[in-house]
């Protein structure tokens, strides 16, 4: 082996360990924190009687966070496709919709969004639907489904 080739070799070899710890790294920061380590925790909302016999109603659910107790709304559709759970965040930049009776339809205060009782966008900025929440009947009790870091979770 010549020391041509064994230097050049030896420069290969440190620029690819550089190379792949640089990309090691920038992938490692890409990846979002809260997205590492979820899991599904399903929070008592309602007793399954207080559920609406048809149409939209805002309910609330609770749940601790690293010791604080958090309070979120959550809006509980029964129409026909069944019961489910609709987020009353915004697509668009996050304002919270409210219900128009009337109207059958959440819009948005601040933006003019709109989306139908099944959280489609009607009109308006809004990117894309509601979001569905989890939500499950046990025992006579609703529980929403959220997400959680894994270490709160437990």
Request: glycine content about 8%.
């Given at each position: 082996?010549?020391?041509?080739?064994?230097?050049?070799?030896?420069?290969?070899?440190?620029?690819?360990?550089?190379?792949?710890?640089?990309?090691?790294?920038?992938?490692?920061?890409?990846?979002?924190?809260?997205?590492?380590?979820?899991?599904?925790?399903?929070?008592?909302?309602?007793?399954?009687?207080?559920?609406?016999?048809?149409?939209?109603?805002?309910?609330e659910y609770r749940y601790k966070l690293k010791g604080?107790?958090?309070a979120h709304s959550v809006f509980i559709v029964n129409d026909e496709?069944?019961?489910?759970?609709?987020?009353?965040?915004?697509?668009?930049?996050?304002?919270?919709?409210?219900?128009?009776?009337?109207?059958?339809?959440?819009?948005?205060?601040?933006?003019?969004?709109?989306?139908?009782?099944?959280?489609?966008?009607?009109?308006?900025?809004?990117?894309?639907?509601?979001?569905?929440?989890?939500?499950?009947?046990?025992?006579?009790?609703?529980?929403?489904?959220?997400?959680?870091?894994?270490?709160?979770?437990?």
């Amino acid at each position: 082996m010549t020391r041509r080739n064994f230097l050049t070799g030896t420069a290969k070899a440190i620029v690819t360990a550089i190379v792949t710890g640089v990309m090691a790294v920038a992938a490692y920061f890409m990846y979002p924190a809260g997205l590492r380590a979820r899991a599904m925790v399903y929070c008592d909302c309602m007793d399954e009687d207080a559920l609406p016999k048809k149409g939209v109603k805002r309910a609330e659910y609770r749940y601790k966070l690293k010791g604080n107790e958090m309070a979120h709304s959550v809006f509980i559709v029964n129409d026909e496709r069944g019961v489910y759970a609709l987020s009353p965040v915004c697509t668009h930049l996050g304002c919270l919709v409210n219900y128009n009776r009337l109207k059958n339809e959440f819009i948005c205060p601040c933006h003019g969004g709109k989306y139908d009782v099944s959280g489609k966008v009607i009109s308006g900025p809004p990117p894309a639907p509601l979001t569905r929440l989890p939500l499950k009947i046990e025992n006579g009790r609703v529980y929403i489904g959220i997400m959680l870091p894994a270490t709160a979770a437990a």
